[in-house]
């Protein structure tokens, strides 16, 4: 299951952000939610450019040198989950059903199985990253 998880996950959101804009669900003209997923793809663009050269990975599988505590990880583990959630929560929001809650959800369980799974290979890999789980938080700074 961990490997289905990890392997796939980023499948899983991607459908879920083609689903809600096929039904026309995943942008709304409200300036709030216009602003959380403008805030959401600067959070993930600030992530990634936050990696070292030729040390992004899409899996799970840690492949820097050490854990990364610029940018955006110097508040939150796992900025570009948090960025995925805030814009699919937005757009959830925007257009609340019971069809758009169930595609958060289902997009929040497997974020949260990611960040399980992940947080396991980085303990592994990163002796002092049980120090920096211990003073940052994993998705939402000074909360979670």
């Not at 993930?44 to 940018?71: H, L, M, N, Q, Y």
């Not at 289902?106 to 592994?124: C, H, P, S």
């Amino acid at each position: 299951m961990s490997t289905v998880i990890s392997r796939y996950a980023l499948l899983f959101v991607i459908g879920a952000f083609v689903l809600l804009a096929a039904t026309g669900n995943l942008f709304s003209s409200s300036v709030v939610v216009i602003a959380a997923q403008l805030l959401a793809v600067s959070i993930a663009i600030w992530a990634r450019r936050s990696f070292p050269t030729k040390t992004f990975r899409v899996d799970a599988t840690p492949s820097a040198e050490t854990v990364i505590r610029r940018g955006p990880y110097r508040l939150i583990r796992h900025p570009m989950y948090s960025a995925a959630l805030l814009f699919i929560w937005a757009a959830v929001l925007a257009h609340l059903s019971t069809w758009t809650a169930a595609i958060g959800a289902f997009v929040t369980i497997i974020a949260a199985l990611r960040i399980v799974f992940e947080e396991r290979f980085l303990r592994d890999r990163y002796p002092d990253y049980a120090g920096y789980a211990q003073v940052t938080k994993a998705i939402v700074p000074y909360l979670i």
